[in-house]
């Protein structure tokens, strides 16, 4: 369906503002799908990125500031993330020995259980997007994405 029918525009749109207006739109349903498939968890799309990149680690502790850059979205609270994951248990947070100012997060057995649970459900999610495009074309459209949010200042 083209997304001037979807927002139901009489408008004709130009070309660079359909595409701003598909990759947003094309985000919320994504996210949207995405939240939906971690809701029986209870776990946002931001716990999971963040149990992901401890378990990116491999063991070694990430501070906040780590997590942070490597977070998909920049403006998460990390702090708020990681007392959630606190709470539930799939991570721990010490004080850093060399530097008191700073915290070291870990992810637990608990953290990396559920991370190993979610595996195929959230490699299911993904395919269910990219089943509509042949292998050439998702790495067309991931050439092409890469390229459009590389900007020229």
Known sequence: MKIEE?????VSLDDAKRVILNLMY??????????????????????YNVLRILRGQKGNPANMCVIQERMITKNSNTT?????????GLVTRNVCPNNRRKMEVLIT???????????????????????????????QLNDLLEKFRTLKM
């Not at 094309?26 to 716990?47: D, I, M």
């Not at 708020?80 to 539930?88: A, S, T």
């Open 26 to 47: 094309t985000q919320n349903v994504v996210a949207e799908k995405f939240y939906e498939t971690l809701k029986p968890f209870e776990l946002s799309g931001e716990q």
């Open 109 to 139: 057995d608990k953290g990396l259980a559920l991370l190993e649970e979610l595996e195929p459900i959230v490699l299911a999610h993904e395919q269910l997007f990219a089943q509509n495009l042949n292998q050439e074309e998702i790495i």
């Open 6 to 10: 979807i927002i139901k525009s009489n």
């Open 80 to 88: 708020r993330l990681i007392d959630k994951l606190l709470l539930k």
